[in-house]
Protein backbone atom coordinates (compact mmCIF):
# COMPACT_ATOMS: atom_id res chain seq x y z
CA UNK A 1 0.00 0.00 0.00
CA UNK A 2 1.26 3.43 -0.95
CA UNK A 3 -0.48 5.60 1.99
CA UNK A 4 -1.70 8.99 0.90
CA UNK A 5 0.80 11.90 2.06
CA UNK A 6 0.47 13.29 5.66
CA UNK A 7 1.25 17.05 6.17
CA UNK A 8 3.68 17.74 8.88
CA UNK A 9 2.43 20.52 11.25
CA UNK A 10 4.23 23.76 11.84
CA UNK A 11 4.53 25.45 15.12
CA UNK A 12 6.48 27.72 17.21
CA UNK A 13 9.45 26.77 18.50
CA UNK A 14 9.58 28.56 21.89
CA UNK A 15 5.63 27.32 22.17
CA UNK A 16 6.11 23.41 22.58
CA UNK A 17 9.04 23.06 23.19
CA UNK A 18 9.59 19.93 25.55
CA UNK A 19 13.22 20.51 27.82
CA UNK A 20 13.03 16.94 29.86
CA UNK A 21 15.98 14.54 30.01
CA UNK A 22 16.28 11.73 27.78
CA UNK A 23 14.76 8.19 29.21
CA UNK A 24 18.08 6.51 28.65
CA UNK A 25 19.62 9.21 31.09
CA UNK A 26 17.34 7.96 33.45
CA UNK A 27 18.02 4.20 33.37
CA UNK A 28 21.11 1.65 33.70
CA UNK A 29 21.12 -0.07 30.60
CA UNK A 30 24.37 -0.90 29.16
CA UNK A 31 24.91 -0.95 25.49
CA UNK A 32 27.63 -1.83 22.73
CA UNK A 33 27.95 -2.59 19.28
CA UNK A 34 30.92 -5.20 18.17
CA UNK A 35 31.49 -6.05 14.13
CA UNK A 36 31.73 -9.36 12.74
CA UNK A 37 35.65 -9.84 13.95
CA UNK A 38 34.22 -8.75 17.50
CA UNK A 39 35.91 -5.55 17.59
CA UNK A 40 34.19 -2.63 19.75
CA UNK A 41 32.76 -0.12 17.71
CA UNK A 42 30.43 1.65 20.61
CA UNK A 43 30.73 1.56 24.51
CA UNK A 44 28.06 3.09 26.08
CA UNK A 45 28.59 5.18 30.08
CA UNK A 46 26.08 2.25 31.38
CA UNK A 47 28.54 -0.36 30.01
CA UNK A 48 31.47 1.28 31.68
CA UNK A 49 29.73 0.97 34.60
CA UNK A 50 28.57 -2.46 34.93
CA UNK A 51 31.56 -4.08 33.15
CA UNK A 52 34.24 -2.08 35.14
CA UNK A 53 36.19 -0.76 31.83
CA UNK A 54 36.07 2.50 30.01
CA UNK A 55 35.15 3.46 26.80
CA UNK A 56 39.15 4.19 25.91
CA UNK A 57 40.58 1.37 26.71
CA UNK A 58 38.07 -0.79 24.81
CA UNK A 59 37.21 0.77 21.57
CA UNK A 60 38.80 -0.60 18.68
CA UNK A 61 39.71 -3.80 20.53
CA UNK A 62 38.77 -7.67 20.71
CA UNK A 63 35.98 -8.10 23.42
CA UNK A 64 36.86 -11.64 23.74
CA UNK A 65 40.38 -10.73 24.14
CA UNK A 66 39.80 -8.14 26.47
CA UNK A 67 37.51 -10.56 28.86
CA UNK A 68 39.57 -13.90 28.04
CA UNK A 69 38.10 -16.00 30.63
CA UNK A 70 36.09 -13.89 32.50
CA UNK A 71 33.12 -13.67 30.37
CA UNK A 72 30.93 -17.35 30.88
CA UNK A 73 31.24 -19.54 27.86
CA UNK A 74 27.68 -19.20 27.42
CA UNK A 75 27.65 -15.43 26.73
CA UNK A 76 29.67 -16.14 23.52
CA UNK A 77 27.07 -19.27 22.40
CA UNK A 78 24.60 -17.05 22.61
CA UNK A 79 26.70 -13.51 21.04
CA UNK A 80 27.38 -16.64 17.85
CA UNK A 81 24.03 -17.64 17.66
CA UNK A 82 22.92 -14.17 17.38
CA UNK A 83 25.15 -13.84 14.39
CA UNK A 84 23.93 -16.22 12.29
CA UNK A 85 19.93 -14.89 13.02
CA UNK A 86 18.45 -11.74 11.51
CA UNK A 87 16.22 -11.58 14.83
CA UNK A 88 16.20 -10.10 18.14
CA UNK A 89 17.44 -12.42 21.03
CA UNK A 90 16.63 -12.26 24.02
CA UNK A 91 18.45 -14.47 27.28
CA UNK A 92 19.32 -13.93 31.27
CA UNK A 93 22.53 -15.80 32.19
CA UNK A 94 24.74 -15.93 36.01
CA UNK A 95 28.11 -14.13 35.79
CA UNK A 96 29.69 -15.28 38.74
CA UNK A 97 32.79 -12.98 38.59
CA UNK A 98 30.35 -9.66 38.36
CA UNK A 99 27.71 -11.80 41.06
CA UNK A 100 24.84 -10.78 39.29
CA UNK A 101 22.22 -11.83 37.02
CA UNK A 102 22.56 -9.85 33.13
CA UNK A 103 19.43 -9.57 31.51
CA UNK A 104 20.85 -9.50 27.40
CA UNK A 105 18.80 -8.47 24.08
CA UNK A 106 21.13 -8.84 20.60
CA UNK A 107 20.65 -8.25 17.35
CA UNK A 108 22.23 -8.37 14.72
CA UNK A 109 22.52 -5.16 12.18
CA UNK A 110 24.57 -4.72 9.22
CA UNK A 111 27.01 -7.41 9.99
CA UNK A 112 27.54 -5.21 13.28
CA UNK A 113 25.95 -7.09 16.87
CA UNK A 114 24.23 -4.83 18.64
CA UNK A 115 24.03 -5.67 22.64
CA UNK A 116 21.66 -3.76 25.20
CA UNK A 117 22.03 -5.47 29.11
CA UNK A 118 21.07 -4.46 32.45
CA UNK A 119 21.91 -6.00 35.76
CA UNK A 120 19.80 -7.34 38.49
CA UNK A 121 22.73 -6.65 41.15
CA UNK A 122 24.13 -3.18 39.82
CA UNK A 123 25.08 -0.85 42.60
CA UNK A 124 21.99 1.93 42.75
CA UNK A 125 23.26 5.04 44.15
CA UNK A 126 20.73 7.19 43.52
CA UNK A 127 19.66 9.76 46.37
CA UNK A 128 16.02 10.92 46.79
CA UNK A 129 16.62 14.21 44.63
CA UNK A 130 17.79 11.99 41.36
CA UNK A 131 14.56 9.63 42.52
CA UNK A 132 12.12 12.96 42.27
CA UNK A 133 13.91 14.03 39.37
CA UNK A 134 13.63 10.56 37.42
CA UNK A 135 10.18 10.47 38.22
CA UNK A 136 9.29 13.93 37.19
CA UNK A 137 11.16 13.23 33.56
CA UNK A 138 9.07 10.07 33.07
CA UNK A 139 6.01 11.99 34.14
CA UNK A 140 6.73 14.47 31.68
CA UNK A 141 7.59 12.25 29.10
CA UNK A 142 4.31 10.35 29.72
CA UNK A 143 2.26 12.73 29.48
CA UNK A 144 4.03 14.52 26.13
CA UNK A 145 3.70 11.36 24.07
CA UNK A 146 -0.11 10.51 25.17
CA UNK A 147 -0.86 13.57 23.72
CA UNK A 148 0.16 11.09 20.61
CA UNK A 149 -0.93 7.88 21.54
CA UNK A 150 0.63 4.85 23.75
CA UNK A 151 1.01 1.77 20.81
CA UNK A 152 4.13 1.40 21.23
CA UNK A 153 6.34 4.52 22.63
CA UNK A 154 10.21 5.48 21.20
CA UNK A 155 12.96 8.27 21.62
CA UNK A 156 15.10 8.51 19.21
CA UNK A 157 18.56 10.18 20.42
CA UNK A 158 19.73 12.02 16.93
CA UNK A 159 22.97 12.88 18.53
CA UNK A 160 24.05 8.87 19.05
CA UNK A 161 21.42 7.37 16.27
CA UNK A 162 20.12 5.23 19.34
CA UNK A 163 16.11 4.88 19.64
CA UNK A 164 15.54 3.80 23.26
CA UNK A 165 11.76 1.36 22.90
CA UNK A 166 9.95 2.14 25.91
CA UNK A 167 7.46 0.16 28.32
CA UNK A 168 7.36 -2.93 25.60
CA UNK A 169 4.78 -1.31 22.80
CA UNK A 170 6.81 -3.25 20.63
CA UNK A 171 6.66 -6.52 21.97
CA UNK A 172 2.98 -6.06 22.47
CA UNK A 173 2.22 -4.57 19.05
CA UNK A 174 4.87 -6.44 16.98
CA UNK A 175 6.65 -9.28 18.81
CA UNK A 176 10.32 -7.79 19.50
CA UNK A 177 11.70 -8.94 23.13
CA UNK A 178 12.72 -5.31 23.72
CA UNK A 179 11.63 -3.52 26.92
CA UNK A 180 13.19 -0.28 27.93
CA UNK A 181 16.19 -1.02 25.91
CA UNK A 182 18.10 0.58 23.33
CA UNK A 183 18.18 -0.46 19.33
CA UNK A 184 20.26 1.39 16.91
CA UNK A 185 18.64 3.14 14.04
CA UNK A 186 19.85 0.59 11.49
CA UNK A 187 17.58 -2.06 13.09
CA UNK A 188 14.89 0.42 12.59
CA UNK A 189 15.91 0.93 8.77
CA UNK A 190 16.03 -2.43 8.57
CA UNK A 191 12.15 -2.99 9.80
CA UNK A 192 11.03 -1.15 6.97
CA UNK A 193 9.29 -2.43 4.08
CA UNK A 194 11.97 -2.40 1.18
CA UNK A 195 9.14 -0.82 -0.86
CA UNK A 196 8.38 2.40 2.00
CA UNK A 197 12.34 2.58 3.09
CA UNK A 198 13.33 5.47 0.50
CA UNK A 199 9.78 7.18 0.57
CA UNK A 200 9.96 7.70 4.71
CA UNK A 201 13.26 8.27 5.34
CA UNK A 202 13.81 10.66 2.50
CA UNK A 203 10.66 12.54 4.09
CA UNK A 204 11.76 12.04 7.77
CA UNK A 205 14.95 13.93 6.53
CA UNK A 206 13.22 16.77 4.62
CA UNK A 207 11.44 17.52 8.00
CA UNK A 208 14.16 16.92 10.14
CA UNK A 209 16.01 19.88 7.92
CA UNK A 210 12.62 22.27 8.34
CA UNK A 211 13.17 23.79 11.16
CA UNK A 212 9.87 25.23 10.86
CA UNK A 213 8.64 21.70 11.71
CA UNK A 214 8.22 19.80 15.22
CA UNK A 215 5.79 16.94 13.80
CA UNK A 216 6.89 14.11 11.73
CA UNK A 217 4.24 11.57 10.70
CA UNK A 218 3.86 8.85 8.42
CA UNK A 219 2.37 5.47 7.22
CA UNK A 220 4.41 2.42 6.26
CA UNK A 221 4.82 -0.99 6.16
CA UNK A 222 6.72 -2.50 9.27
CA UNK A 223 8.16 -6.09 9.92
CA UNK A 224 6.97 -7.80 12.96
CA UNK A 225 9.18 -10.27 15.06
CA UNK A 226 7.26 -13.12 12.78
CA UNK A 227 9.13 -11.68 9.59
CA UNK A 228 5.26 -10.76 8.47
CA UNK A 229 4.53 -7.12 7.48
CA UNK A 230 1.83 -4.78 8.98
CA UNK A 231 1.15 -0.75 8.51
CA UNK A 232 1.70 1.46 11.22
CA UNK A 233 1.43 4.94 11.53
CA UNK A 234 4.48 6.58 13.05
CA UNK A 235 4.36 10.06 14.48
CA UNK A 236 7.24 11.65 16.40
CA UNK A 237 7.73 15.60 18.26
CA UNK A 238 10.74 16.68 16.71
CA UNK A 239 12.84 18.30 20.34
CA UNK A 240 15.80 20.94 18.92
CA UNK A 241 18.12 22.66 20.75
CA UNK A 242 18.62 27.06 20.61
CA UNK A 243 19.99 26.81 17.51
CA UNK A 244 17.01 24.75 15.71
CA UNK A 245 19.11 21.61 15.57
CA UNK A 246 16.98 18.66 16.12
CA UNK A 247 18.45 16.36 19.74
CA UNK A 248 15.76 13.99 19.60
CA UNK A 249 12.41 12.74 18.81
CA UNK A 250 9.75 11.49 21.36
CA UNK A 251 7.04 9.40 19.46
CA UNK A 252 4.90 6.63 19.24
CA UNK A 253 3.93 3.57 16.31
CA UNK A 254 0.92 2.45 16.19
CA UNK A 255 -0.77 -0.91 14.42
CA UNK A 256 -3.10 0.40 11.74
CA UNK A 257 -3.10 -2.96 9.94
CA UNK A 258 -7.10 -3.69 10.67
CA UNK A 259 -7.53 -0.33 9.61
CA UNK A 260 -5.84 -0.15 5.71
CA UNK A 261 -7.02 -4.07 5.63
CA UNK A 262 -10.60 -3.05 6.15
CA UNK A 263 -9.99 -0.14 3.80
CA UNK A 264 -8.27 -2.01 0.85
CA UNK A 265 -11.53 -4.77 1.31
CA UNK A 266 -13.71 -1.74 0.95
CA UNK A 267 -11.73 -0.76 -2.15
CA UNK A 268 -11.91 -3.81 -3.85
CA UNK A 269 -15.79 -4.27 -3.07
CA UNK A 270 -15.72 -0.63 -4.73
CA UNK A 271 -13.92 -1.75 -7.87
CA UNK A 272 -15.56 -4.94 -8.13
CA UNK A 273 -19.45 -2.72 -8.44
CA UNK A 274 -18.07 -0.66 -10.92
CA UNK A 275 -17.05 -3.77 -13.08
CA UNK A 276 -20.66 -5.23 -12.36
CA UNK A 277 -21.83 -1.71 -13.72
CA UNK A 278 -19.13 -1.71 -16.39
CA UNK A 279 -20.51 -5.20 -17.43
CA UNK A 280 -23.94 -4.83 -17.13
CA UNK A 281 -23.75 -1.36 -19.49
CA UNK A 282 -21.44 -3.28 -22.05
CA UNK A 283 -24.29 -5.94 -22.09
CA UNK A 284 -26.68 -3.96 -22.65
CA UNK A 285 -24.92 -2.41 -26.04
CA UNK A 286 -24.18 -5.91 -26.87
CA UNK A 287 -28.02 -7.48 -27.00
CA UNK A 288 -28.40 -3.36 -28.87
CA UNK A 289 -26.37 -3.91 -30.91
CA UNK A 290 -27.68 -7.64 -31.32
CA UNK A 291 -31.31 -6.45 -31.71
CA UNK A 292 -30.23 -3.97 -34.41
CA UNK A 293 -28.89 -6.18 -36.50
CA UNK A 294 -31.71 -9.08 -36.11
CA UNK A 295 -34.59 -5.97 -37.07
CA UNK A 296 -32.16 -4.89 -39.91
CA UNK A 297 -31.79 -8.51 -41.65
CA UNK A 298 -35.34 -10.32 -40.69
CA UNK A 299 -37.42 -7.16 -40.65
CA UNK A 300 -35.59 -4.24 -42.75
CA UNK A 301 -34.61 -5.77 -45.18
CA UNK A 302 -37.02 -7.45 -46.07
CA UNK A 303 -39.67 -5.13 -45.99
CA UNK A 304 -37.08 -2.79 -48.33
CA UNK A 305 -36.69 -5.96 -50.89
CA UNK A 306 -40.66 -5.87 -51.44
CA UNK A 307 -41.19 -2.25 -51.93
CA UNK A 308 -38.14 -2.83 -54.33
CA UNK A 309 -40.30 -5.37 -56.38
CA UNK A 310 -43.26 -3.07 -56.24
CA UNK A 311 -41.15 -0.52 -57.71
CA UNK A 312 -40.01 -2.85 -60.19
CA UNK A 313 -43.72 -4.04 -61.21
CA UNK A 314 -44.57 -0.30 -61.71
CA UNK A 315 -42.18 -0.42 -64.39
CA UNK A 316 -43.52 -3.06 -65.99
CA UNK A 317 -47.13 -2.39 -65.20
CA UNK A 318 -48.80 0.58 -66.95
CA UNK A 319 -52.44 -0.24 -65.70
CA UNK A 320 -51.26 -0.81 -62.15
CA UNK A 321 -48.26 1.44 -61.74
CA UNK A 322 -50.10 3.97 -59.51
CA UNK A 323 -51.03 0.76 -57.32
CA UNK A 324 -47.51 -0.63 -56.79
CA UNK A 325 -45.88 2.56 -56.33
CA UNK A 326 -48.22 3.88 -53.62
CA UNK A 327 -48.11 0.22 -52.22
CA UNK A 328 -43.95 0.62 -52.10
CA UNK A 329 -44.37 4.23 -50.16
CA UNK A 330 -46.21 2.67 -47.71
CA UNK A 331 -43.41 -0.16 -47.13
CA UNK A 332 -40.88 2.54 -47.15
CA UNK A 333 -43.02 4.81 -44.80
CA UNK A 334 -43.10 1.45 -42.48
CA UNK A 335 -39.35 1.40 -42.66
CA UNK A 336 -39.03 5.24 -41.91
CA UNK A 337 -40.86 4.39 -38.78
CA UNK A 338 -39.14 1.11 -37.57
CA UNK A 339 -35.69 3.23 -37.51
CA UNK A 340 -37.74 6.03 -35.64
CA UNK A 341 -38.56 4.32 -32.91
CA UNK A 342 -34.87 2.13 -32.84
CA UNK A 343 -33.54 6.29 -33.01
CA UNK A 344 -36.00 6.56 -29.81
CA UNK A 345 -34.90 3.92 -27.92
CA UNK A 346 -31.32 4.24 -28.91
CA UNK A 347 -30.83 8.58 -28.20
CA UNK A 348 -31.37 9.52 -24.63
CA UNK A 349 -31.76 12.76 -24.16
CA UNK A 350 -28.92 14.95 -23.24
CA UNK A 351 -29.43 15.03 -18.58
CA UNK A 352 -28.96 18.55 -19.02
CA UNK A 353 -32.60 18.88 -20.64
CA UNK A 354 -34.54 16.05 -18.80
CA UNK A 355 -32.38 14.24 -16.12
CA UNK A 356 -32.43 11.06 -15.41
CA UNK A 357 -35.12 10.84 -13.38
CA UNK A 358 -37.30 12.44 -16.27
CA UNK A 359 -35.87 10.13 -19.16
CA UNK A 360 -36.39 6.97 -17.20
CA UNK A 361 -40.11 8.52 -16.84
CA UNK A 362 -40.36 8.60 -20.57
CA UNK A 363 -39.13 5.72 -20.72
CA UNK A 364 -41.64 4.04 -18.55
CA UNK A 365 -44.66 5.65 -20.17
CA UNK A 366 -44.11 4.91 -23.77
CA UNK A 367 -43.28 0.80 -22.89
CA UNK A 368 -46.52 1.24 -21.03
CA UNK A 369 -48.49 2.52 -23.54
CA UNK A 370 -47.40 -0.44 -26.18
CA UNK A 371 -47.18 -3.41 -23.55
CA UNK A 372 -49.72 -4.79 -20.45
CA UNK A 373 -47.55 -3.72 -17.87
CA UNK A 374 -47.81 -1.58 -15.17
CA UNK A 375 -44.29 -0.13 -13.90
CA UNK A 376 -44.09 1.92 -10.29
CA UNK A 377 -40.59 4.11 -10.33
CA UNK A 378 -39.59 5.47 -6.80
CA UNK A 379 -36.56 7.90 -6.48
CA UNK A 380 -36.77 9.07 -2.38
CA UNK A 381 -34.73 12.16 -2.09
CA UNK A 382 -32.30 11.53 -5.31
CA UNK A 383 -30.67 14.73 -6.20
CA UNK A 384 -29.42 13.82 -9.77
CA UNK A 385 -27.66 17.10 -10.32
CA UNK A 386 -25.05 15.07 -8.09
CA UNK A 387 -24.44 12.15 -9.97
CA UNK A 388 -22.35 12.59 -12.93
CA UNK A 389 -23.21 12.78 -16.45
CA UNK A 390 -21.92 9.63 -17.62
CA UNK A 391 -23.21 7.25 -14.21
CA UNK A 392 -26.65 8.77 -15.16
CA UNK A 393 -26.40 7.44 -18.54
CA UNK A 394 -25.33 3.98 -17.57
CA UNK A 395 -27.73 3.85 -14.83
CA UNK A 396 -30.39 4.93 -17.86
CA UNK A 397 -28.63 2.16 -19.88
CA UNK A 398 -28.99 -0.65 -17.37
CA UNK A 399 -32.80 0.36 -16.31
CA UNK A 400 -33.92 0.24 -20.04
CA UNK A 401 -32.27 -3.18 -20.45
CA UNK A 402 -34.01 -4.72 -17.63
CA UNK A 403 -37.45 -3.33 -18.81
CA UNK A 404 -36.50 -5.40 -21.88
CA UNK A 405 -35.58 -8.57 -20.43
CA UNK A 406 -38.82 -8.39 -17.99
CA UNK A 407 -40.86 -7.85 -21.38
CA UNK A 408 -39.45 -10.89 -23.12
CA UNK A 409 -38.95 -13.01 -20.93
CA UNK A 410 -40.75 -12.10 -17.57
CA UNK A 411 -44.58 -11.78 -18.47
CA UNK A 412 -44.86 -9.76 -15.58
CA UNK A 413 -47.55 -7.79 -15.28
CA UNK A 414 -46.29 -5.23 -12.51
CA UNK A 415 -42.38 -4.01 -12.08
CA UNK A 416 -40.68 -1.82 -9.46
CA UNK A 417 -38.21 0.24 -9.89
CA UNK A 418 -36.22 2.28 -6.59
CA UNK A 419 -33.22 4.27 -7.36
CA UNK A 420 -31.57 5.73 -4.17
CA UNK A 421 -27.94 6.81 -2.97
CA UNK A 422 -26.72 6.04 0.10
CA UNK A 423 -23.32 7.82 0.86
CA UNK A 424 -21.24 7.82 -2.35
CA UNK A 425 -23.12 5.11 -3.89
CA UNK A 426 -26.15 4.50 -6.04
CA UNK A 427 -28.59 1.71 -5.38
CA UNK A 428 -30.78 0.78 -8.33
CA UNK A 429 -33.33 -2.09 -7.14
CA UNK A 430 -35.89 -3.69 -9.78
CA UNK A 431 -38.19 -6.41 -9.22
CA UNK A 432 -41.38 -7.81 -10.78
CA UNK A 433 -44.33 -10.76 -10.75
CA UNK A 434 -43.48 -12.35 -13.50
CA UNK A 435 -41.53 -15.92 -13.82
CA UNK A 436 -38.25 -16.31 -12.37
CA UNK A 437 -35.45 -18.14 -13.15
CA UNK A 438 -35.13 -21.52 -12.32
CA UNK A 439 -31.84 -22.09 -10.54
CA UNK A 440 -31.72 -25.59 -10.56
CA UNK A 441 -31.77 -26.28 -14.26
CA UNK A 442 -29.21 -23.28 -14.71
CA UNK A 443 -26.78 -25.02 -12.25
CA UNK A 444 -26.96 -28.24 -13.76
CA UNK A 445 -27.13 -26.76 -17.39
CA UNK A 446 -23.84 -25.44 -16.22
CA UNK A 447 -22.52 -28.36 -14.81
CA UNK A 448 -22.66 -29.85 -18.24
CA UNK A 449 -20.90 -27.07 -20.03
CA UNK A 450 -18.16 -27.82 -16.99
Known amino acids: MSAEPIISSKRSFKKNTYQGKPVIETLTNGYFIVDENWVVKYWNESAEKLLGITKINILGKNLWKEFAQRIPIEFYAVYNKAFLKDIPI ?29 SSSAPYTEDSVKIMDRLNTLTELYKYVTEITNDALWEWDWGTNEIFWIDGG ?20 SCLHPDDRERVLTKLNTTIKDTELEIWEDEYRFKR ?3 SFCYVHDRGHILRDENYKPTRIIGATQDIDERVMLEQDMSNQKMEQHREITSAVLTSLENERSAIGMEIHDNLGQILV ?26 IQEVIEVIRKMSKNLIIPPSDIFGLIQNIRILITDVMAVHPIKI ?9 EKIPEQLQINIFRIVQEQINNILKHSEASIAIIKLTRQDNEML ?13 NEKKELESLI
Open 90 to 118: QFQEYWGEMNAWFDVTTWCVDDNLCVSFK
Open 170 to 189: HKRAFGYPIENKLIPVNFWR
Open 225 to 227: MDG
Open 306 to 331: VAKMYMQMAKTSKENKDAHIVKSLDF
Open 376 to 384: IFYEPGLEE
Open 428 to 440: LVINDNGKGCDMS
